[in-house]
């Protein structure tokens, strides 16, 4: 009885709902609304940025931080397969970690391959200094660690970077077991 009574109240829901989309697609709808672009946005830009990426695992001013790892492949993978970190690394005009910070790169990557070190990247960078300030940009992609040039698609952004879509190029600096240095070179288009 309960069951069935369940079942009845699922698709009495499910009813109501299909009703109601259908009743807006008559009057045109109500919770879409075809938009022209805003003229307030002005016309598309390009913007060139280049900053460096600060990633430190281990031991002081520690940036990044596990936050889960699959148990099945936690010893057994040579990838790190299915470790997971957070990071709010900083973002710097040069590759030395003390030249001056321009933002953070805040979100987490998981390590994604099992044949070769391989992230998937989901990191909004931050922008704290410059023209940019208050902005930011949206990276989300694959960056498959020791392949020489990466590139990840910027996928949206904020502020400044309002709409944003482009492409981020990525080189390995330096490399530790403790410390990555990333040089980022980001190409966005945005109004």
């Not at 009057?27 to 022209?36: A, E, M, P, V, Y």
């Not at 002081?60 to 931080?65: L, R």
Request: contains cysteine; charged residues 15%; proline residues 3%.
């Amino acid at each position: 009885m309960v069951k069935l009574l369940r079942n009845a109240a699922l698709f009495l829901i499910f009813f109501t709902l299909i009703s109601l989309q259908f009743a807006a697609a008559k009057r045109g709808s109500w919770f879409r609304k075809d938009l022209q672009a805003p003229k307030s946005l002005g016309a598309q830009r390009v913007s060139h940025l280049h900053f460096y990426f600060h990633d430190t695992v281990s031991g002081q001013n520690q940036t990044a931080v596990s936050i889960t790892r699959a148990a099945p492949t936690a010893n057994a993978s040579a990838t790190q397969f299915g470790l997971i970190r957070m990071m709010d690394d900083p973002l710097t005009e040069g590759p030395d970690p003390t030249s001056k910070l321009i933002g953070r790169a805040q979100g987490l990557y998981a390590l994604s391959s099992l044949q070769e070190l391989s992230l998937l990247m989901a990191v909004d960078c931050v922008f704290l200094d410059g023209e940019h300030k208050g902005s930011t940009l949206s990276i989300l992609g694959r960056n498959a660690v020791f392949h020489k040039v990466r590139e990840m698609p910027v996928v949206g952004g904020t502020g400044t970077f309002r709409l944003a879509r482009g492409y981020a190029i990525a080189r390995t600096h330096s490399f530790t077991r403790q410390t990555a240095v990333v040089e980022y070179n980001v190409v966005v288009i945005h109004y």
